[in-house]
């Protein structure tokens, strides 16, 4: 599985960014997606997840409310009212469905990656 991000920029605070990622060589349809991030000298964290189903989602406490995950053929992340504290690299992640409609937050859990957008925003 090849996962390719793409969307990122540069964004004034308040401002919206939509992320997307497809993958090529193959379907997303047997896995759950999610999006992480690695802020600049942090670790990667969680920001959301969707099942294959795309009943369930997940998301970061510090994201909800503001950003939403969604798929179809590819994996989408709206990101609104967007903060300075957003600024990182966003990836996107696929977790084979072992479980249906278990999503999870873990990056160790996630089997494949994509190689990152770079978000940055302003104040």
């Not at 991000?5 to 939509?18: D, H, N």
């Not at 970061?60 to 504290?85: C, H, Q, W």
């Amino acid at each position: 599985v090849q996962l390719q991000a793409s969307g990122g920029g540069l964004v004034q605070a308040g401002g919206s960014l939509r992320l997307s990622c497809a993958a090529s060589g193959c379907t997303l349809r047997d896995y759950h997606m999610g999006w992480f991030r690695q802020p600049p000298g942090k670790d990667r964290e969680f920001v959301a997840a969707i099942s294959r189903t795309a009943r369930t989602t997940l998301y970061a406490d510090s994201v909800k409310g503001r950003f939403t995950i969604s798929r179809d053929n590819a994996l989408y992340l709206r990101m609104n009212s967007l903060k300075p504290e957003d600024t990182a690299v966003y990836y996107c992640a696929a977790d084979f469905a072992r479980m249906a409609e278990v999503v999870r937050s873990r990056p160790a859990d996630y089997d494949y990656w994509g190689q990152g957008t770079q978000v940055t925003v302003s104040s």
